[in-house]
């Protein structure tokens, strides 16, 4: 009688550690086909990946006022030209500071004209100033 009542226990013993093997299997994240007779097995495993997208060319900043106008931080994410308009600055002209950040990278153009261009270079502008006669347009185009 002992002999069977360990054989019972031995049992159940197997009976629940083949229960908690397989429930352990049930979150596999893998999927798969197999074909017999050949027996051809095919398995894919998720994975995350990182898409790559291109990032968007810059686009022109543009900026608009009249008279005397601080116009306060300028990021420029690359080279560029910066273009500008004052169609009253013919004769007392069109002045634009700017401190940049980097080496010597400043924004000063002062001209007696109704329009001019200048190279800018990629910076960060702060306490950017106009000082024109009128109505002004300046326009910041990254290089191709």
């Known amino acids: 009688m002992k002999?069977?009542?360990?054989?019972?226990?031995?049992?159940?013993l197997l009976l629940v550690?083949?229960?908690?093997?397989?429930a352990g299997s049930h979150g596999a994240k893998t999927t798969g086909t197999t074909q017999s007779p050949a027996l051809q097995t095919t398995t894919q495993t998720a994975s995350k990946t990182a898409?790559?997208?291109?990032?968007a060319p810059a686009k022109p900043q543009v900026f608009a006022g009249?008279?005397?106008?601080?116009?306060?931080?300028?990021?420029v994410p690359t080279d560029s030209t910066l273009t500008w308009s004052c169609a009253s600055c013919t004769e007392?002209?069109?002045?634009?500071?700017a401190d940049g950040q980097g080496l010597g990278n400043d924004i000063e153009v002062m001209q007696t004209a109704a329009s001019g261009k200048s190279a800018?270079?990629?910076?960060?502008?702060?306490?950017?100033?106009?000082?024109?006669?009128?109505?002004f347009t300046i326009t910041i185009t990254p290089n191709s």
């Not at 550690?17 to 397989?22: L, Q």
């Not at 009249?66 to 990021?75: A, R």
């Not at 990629?122 to 024109?132: E, F, I, L």
């Open 3 to 12: 002999f069977v009542k360990l054989s019972l226990l031995g049992f159940g």
């Open 17 to 22: 550690i083949g229960v908690i093997a397989t």
């Open 51 to 55: 898409a790559k997208t291109a990032a």
């Open 66 to 75: 009249n008279g005397s106008e601080n116009l306060g931080t300028i990021v």
């Open 92 to 97: 007392t002209g069109m002045q634009i500071l």
């Open 120 to 135: 800018v270079s990629a910076d960060t502008y702060h306490n950017v100033t106009v000082n024109a006669d009128g109505a």
